[in-house]
């Protein structure tokens, strides 16, 4: 085995593998309180990618050139105007059928996650839309010949994402709306006779779950450059696996997931087959499924008779 | 937000308004108003205006109808509709002269491809064959209450099963169709067997995997699959007549030269349209029977209480496969047909997941688990689209919205559903 | 209740040994034991949350017990309830085929489905009928074991297919009779008022023939009259139809009236057992049910 390979894959599926990571938690949370695949998840993740690209163009229009200035605002208005997103959706399309049978709200999530797609496509083009490299650089590690690099944006890439989810956690240990939020998954009915308005728990756990993917929407397009309007698809459908893999509802259990799920695939496909990589993952998920439904960290689930 | 207790009403509802018109306008602004363009990007800002605007007026005029008594009467009447169940009970002999309309449906059904355009009889097929999957898909998800999300591997392997195996192994269309069928099932049943276990939503990611595995492995097994370039299947025949200008298999004649006619591309198409025709009425049958057979009834008390059906000794897992493999093998039927009408030619892009949303679509529409509406919706979204060219774009979007749309007016569709009625002789 | 050292009367029908069911770390259930008698009246009665409901659980396979068995005794054919569900592989299986043969079998083909094929049927504290189906519907779904379920003869809806479900209606339309709801047959489960819909149930539940019914909390909702009318039933359904009948219920009245034998239960441990008159006077379920200074029951 060559070690260099291997490093560099390691890398990769690092930062992979916290993208799925933050995806992941949108799926989580949103599964954790209402019990719901929020299919349109990974088509808000694509949003952000053009929101990025977009936001990038109009300050790099502007003159603006300073990398650190151009990432940190382009974070700020993609996580505000995703969130957005996050929470017009729940609103519409999930809000009104909190009390319908078990398929409508699942049914409901896939026209968005359609709409989305479709109306992306129409406003912008089908073609793959891409933006420039604003933090060029890279560590090197190894010889002249045999040698894997980090690039700066991996680590900021990397660095980004655990912050992310180490404040998240706070916000969900710590603070009193976490406290509601875990109170509402525990047991909604309870939580709203005790004075929490579920309803707006709801809409915090979609705007939390929407800016987490704007942040890897934004974290995504700077590292690799192109995207286009389906990559909310494959994406979502990963990370909803690192999500089901850590064990659904569980917030370390979704970044444990998605690195394992990234080193995974970028190990499969530096040294099996690159063709493949996403048959390997999604064989995973079923594979999960079957054998441990729970994931690495969830807790079994007892049935209600 | 701005409003003071104290506001008139309209003022109220304008303020309201407004701020749901400005969010709007802050949700459509940058994918609809900035249009990127390499690295930079051209601005359309009428677009995302336009946008915002028809939501401000469409929110005010709702605010506005929500302050007149006949306003509120609609509105009211909207909530009552929606909270329905929409289920009845037959009251005996309601349905008498049913067979009448029936039999007229039937041979209109029979006669209508001889007066078709070969275009139209290609549209024709394809609304069938969207009629079969409809009714495969139905039995899954309006029935059973399994959320299947990849229903378009089934039918991908009924097309594939054709094409690859007149490939390699001379396999003819009417063989074709058994095999697929069961080959179909048979792959329902080896990934429903595990994952029918597992409870309720997870199906429908592993199943939207599932999908996406058999379209993958379809597009990068070039060697076998012939990969993204697709597979050609055999020309139909029937008694060993071809419907081509000359016979493509050794042993086989030509329709026309058979019969003594003149060549007409058409003929080929009137023989599939008759054969799905045929085969799209036997299901609908195969289907409506099942519904009151003990088979489809246990379906449906699986879809309304899963732990009641356990506490009655029935095994929900064989009867969710039962399910599961029927709607497959209809899957695989219709994938047979699909590779006929493309002119035996098949390829990856024909099923991807958005093949599988627009299954779904039909049966949403349809108004999940009934017939009826599953054949009234296939034939609706295949043939709509087709008349209203012009929109192709926005198909999709049309679809997206019209499911959601669906779901929050009417979760159980347009139609009610019907219930046997009993004597003590027997359903009557 | 020490160990099931006592000696055993004629066959019980329902022998439960060392119950035992843990969730996470919560003891719900720590070594119940106790027998139903075959055509008896049994009462399962205790404050709330000592774990009624979790042994009705796992005696119909909607649990799998931690440990202890099962047993279920009809006529000398004994069937283990808890192997039925499928259980976990052992060691042991490993080295020996026909036992992991059997457990395998167990695990693909096994489930809650089973118990009731043994002969256990059970109604639900908050009623699980069919609601969008008719009631005639939910009690020929019942039937499902039964019937006829052919494909292709029921496509060609053959003569077999037709006895089949003549006899499938012959024995709903009886049923419905002995709960009184003949009048309902064709109305949705759904709409029947609630008192119809605990009779249902019970109906549905007889409707798969079994030889022991669980009924859990039948009597939550009813008013005097209709209680009365239950008890009439549940003895009837003992008499007239041979069957043995294991209940939960809070109302004193109702158990005290039609129990032959009576369970106690508190914090997952049988406390006491024996026939009414026992029961009312044992100091123990007093405490339980009315505390005493170190307890408190809710």
Known sequence: ?305 | MFSKPNDPPMLTAFKDSSLVGMIALLIFSPISGIILNGYGFNTHPQTPIMLAFIVFIGRFAYQLAALTPWGQRLIQKFMLSKGKRGVYVASPGDQRYLWIILAILFIAGLVLPFYLSKYYLTVAILALIYVLLGLGLNIVVGLAGLLDLGFVAFYAVGAYTFALGSQYWGLGFWSAIPLAAAFAALLGGILGFPVLRMHGDYLAIVTLGFGEIIRLVLNNWMSFTGGPNGAKAAEPSLFGLEFTRTAKTDGHIPFHEFFGTTYSPNTKFIFIYLVVFLVACLMIFFFSRLRTMPMGRAWEALREDEIACRSLGMNHVTIKLSAFMMGAMTGGIGGVFFAAQQGGFVNPTSFTFFESALILAIVVLGGMGSVVGVVVAALVLTILPEMLRDFADYRVLIFGILMVFMMLWKPRGFLPIRRPYFTKEGQA | MSDVASPTPPSPLLSVQGLTMRFGGILALNNVNFEVQKNSITALIGPNGAGKTTVFNCVTGFYKATEGQVILNDNGKTTNLRKVLGEKFQWSDYVNPPAFLERLYYKTFGGSHRVNQAGVARTFQNIRLFREMTVMENLLVAQHNHLDRNLIRGMLNTKHYRASEKRALETAYYWLEVVNLTEDANRLAGDLPYGNQRRLEIARAMCTEPKLVCLDEPAAGLNPRETVELSTLIRHLRDKHNVTVLLIEHDMGLVMGISEHIVVLDYGQVIAAGTPAEIEVNPKVLAAYLGTEEGDAS
């Open chain 1, 1 to 305: 085995m060559e070690f260099h390979i291997l490093g560099q894959q390691l890398v990769n599926g690092l930062a992979l593998g916290s993208i799925y990571g933050l995806i992941a938690v949108g799926y989580t949370m949103v599964y954790g309180i209402i019990g719901m695949i929020n299919f349109a998840h990974g088509d808000v993740y694509m949003i952000s990618a053009y929101i990025t690209a977009i936001c990038i163009a109009i300050l790099s229009f502007f003159g603006i050139s300073s990398a650190a200035f151009l990432i940190i605002i382009t974070l700020i208005v993609t996580i505000v105007i995703v969130s957005l997103y996050g929470w017009s959706i729940e609103r519409i399309a999930y809000k009104p059928l909190r009390n319908s049978p078990r398929l409508a709200p699942l049914i409901s999530a896939i026209g968005v996650s359609l709409v989305l797609q479709n109306y992306v496509q129409v406003s912008q083009g089908a073609k793959t839309q891409a933006v420039p490299t604003i933090l060029p650089g890279v560590f090197r590690f190894g010889t002249e010949t045999d040698f894997f690099q980090i690039t700066y944006i991996q680590v900021l890439l990397v660095v980004v994402s655990f912050a992310s989810m180490a404040l998240l956690t706070y916000i969900i240990q710590k603070t009193s709306l976490g406290r509601q939020c875990r109170a509402v998954q525990q047991d909604p009915k309870m939580a709203a006779i005790l004075g929490i308005n579920t309803d707006r728990i709801i809409s915090t756990v979609f705007i939390l779950g929407a800016a987490m993917a704007a942040i890897a929407g934004v974290l995504v397009t700077l590292n690799y450059g192109s995207f286009d309007f389906s990559v909310g698809f494959i994406t979502g459908v990963k990370a909803f696996t690192a999500a089901v893999l850590g064990g659904i509802g569980s917030l370390p259990g979704a970044m444990l997931g998605g690195i394992i799920l990234g080193m995974s695939e970028s190990l499969f496909s530096g040294f099996v087959n690159t063709d493949y990589k996403d048959v390997f993952a999604f064989s995973l998920l079923v594979l999960v499924l079957i054998f441990r439904p729970s994931g690495l960290l969830g807790k079994p689930l007892v049935e209600k008779v």
